[in-house]
Nanobody
Framework: QVQLVESGGGLAQPGGSLRLSCAASGFTFSSFAMSWARQAPGKGREWVIGIANDGSDRYYADSVKGRFTIDRDNDNNMVYLQMNNLKPEDTGVYYC?????????????????WGQGTQVTVSS
């Protein structure tokens, strides 16, 4: 079955960095776009960033543009989220998501599978 397992969350100071990883299994990884979304306490899940199946295109929410980047390793079925210049408002649970096709949906509902999430806390 399709499985997405996130790791790398933790506590970071404002202005700091974190790198999240997502290990994918159970499907032909290189055939599908992948994304990250997040959910802050008391709020709905928000799509953040995505990458096309072959890594040729990347899409960013305005809130993370210039600070977050996404990459994938199709040989090892991995997707990564590099988060720089972190802000307290970046705090939340971060989820790795699989799209049902090669292009990136920029909505949460546009994805068909999400992982269990990893907590990111940005605080001094």
């Amino acid at each position: 079955q399709v499985q997405l397992v996130e790791s790398g969350g933790g506590l970071a100071q404002p202005g700091g960095s974190l790198r999240l990883s997502c290990a994918a299994s159970g499907f032909t990884f290189s055939s599908f776009a992948m994304s990250w979304a997040r959910q802050a306490p008391g709020k709905g899940r928000e799509w953040v960033i995505g990458i096309a199946n072959d890594g040729s295109d990347r899409y960013y929410a305005d809130s993370v543009k210039g600070r977050f980047t996404i990459d994938r390793d199709n040989d090892n079925n991995m997707v990564y989220l590099q988060m720089n210049n972190l802000k307290p408002e970046d705090t939340g649970v971060y989820y790795c998501g699989k799209a049902p096709w090669v292009v990136v949906p920029t909505t949460v509902i546009g994805h068909d599978v999400w992982g269990q999430g990893t907590q990111v806390t940005v605080s001094s």
